[in-house]
């Protein structure tokens, strides 16, 4: 069984970034039938650079404010079995299409993704990022995948069929992050969402705690936007999911506890310092080193290179844990309570 496949671009101001992303997909060993770019009214050269790679350009009337927008809007141009939406930074492998398309030949399939790792690891934020990752994507994601439940399909390189898509009323406005919602979504109704561990993708992570912090904001307050809508049809309709989803909420409430652990030990009932911390810290190494250093053989990764990020990434789960618990207060508590509306504005986590 063979599909057509559309690339759908989302872009505001991408001019820097845009050019690799394009070449990545016209560079597949089995091609896109389309590749469109939405211009969403950038003030740099955007347009220009999509032209100049010869693909499809739309540009809105006006800005649409979001990524969900921005797809919906490219959405109605797509005439192609397949739709996949690429961020503007995202880079995929050569074979991406190719591997994407065969979990579609099971009718039960709505969405699929694939692996997703950092394309820079220059920064303190982005070297974090790429442990979370590693471990995400090789450790949690393939466990979910085996129990026919992931938690979500990336949103920066998923493929949806297009005429289902379209009849659920295209990419989800409701929440801050249509990804999630959308998976969450199709499994509810029945529908299969699938991980495609060797289809490898590229994203550009923030940079910098600026923007490490809107992105994070964003995803938690995403989370448990879906939380509240999505959680009582899980009950009935996906409970493996939800245990998934409860999973991620414990690791939240207790992350704290975790991380002070240390210091409670040490100021509160007077244990050792070297003791304590090199018990808190061969811990944490006997939890995160052997996914990591599989996912290192796995994708012929250098180990000294991997286990070198690792302390980075403290850096963003203090960050992490902070937004989780201001999402999950905002979402969970203050939303229902008609005290705020919650996150409705998109930001992008990056310059």
């Not at 560079?27 to 693909?55: H, K, M, N």
């Not at 992931?150 to 379209?166: I, K, M, Q, W």
């Not at 991620?248 to 409670?264: G, K, R």
Request: aromatic share 12%.
């Amino acid at each position: 069984m063979s599909f057509s496949i559309t690339a759908l671009v989302p872009a505001h101001n991408e001019e820097q970034g845009l050019g690799d992303t394009l070449e990545s997909l016209l560079a597949q060993t089995e091609p896109f039938d389309e590749i469109i770019v939405v211009d969403d009214c950038s003030t740099d050269r955007t347009w220009e650079v999509a032209l100049a790679y010869g693909v499809t350009v739309i540009t809105p009337d006006s800005n649409q404010g979001s990524k969900a927008k921005a797809q919906n809007y490219g959405l109605a141009s797509v005439r192609t079995d397949l739709v996949l939406p690429v961020d503007a930074d995202t880079l995929l492998a050569p074979d991406y299409v190719e591997l994407i398309k065969v979990p579609f030949r099971d009718g039960r399939v709505a969405v699929a993704a694939g692996c997703v790792q950092t394309r820079f690891e220059n920064t303190a934020t982005e070297r974090g990022r790429s442990i979370e990752y590693l471990f995400g994507f090789h450790f949690q994601r393939p466990i979910q995948n085996a129990a026919n439940s992931p938690v979500v399909c990336s949103g920066c390189c998923s493929a949806f069929r297009t005429d289902e898509l379209r009849r659920f009323g295209g990419f989800p406005e409701r929440t801050i992050v249509e990804d999630m919602d959308y998976t969450w979504s199709k499994q509810i109704e029945g529908r299969k969402a699938v991980y495609v561990g060797d289809a490898m993708a590229w994203a550009a992570d923030p940079s910098d705690l600026k923007y490490l912090r809107k992105q994070v904001w964003r995803w938690m307050a995403g989370f448990f936007q879906n939380v509240r809508i999505h959680s009582r049809h899980m009950v009935r309709n996906k409970p493996l999911l939800l245990l998934w989803v409860l999973i991620a909420v414990w690791d939240i409430l207790t992350a704290p506890l975790w991380y002070a652990m240390p210091f409670v030990l040490i100021f509160g009932m007077h244990q050792s310092v070297t003791v304590t911390l090199l018990w808190w810290a061969v811990a944490e190494l006997v939890l995160l080193t052997p996914p990591l250093l599989y996912a290192a053989r796995r994708r012929k990764l250098p180990y000294l290179r991997v286990m070198r990020n690792l302390p980075y990434v403290y850096l963003n789960k203090m960050v992490n844990v902070w937004y989780a618990w201001r999402a999950l207060i905002v979402e969970l508590v203050a939303v229902p309570l008609k005290l705020t509306q919650g996150l409705c504005v998109y930001e992008k986590g990056r310059a």
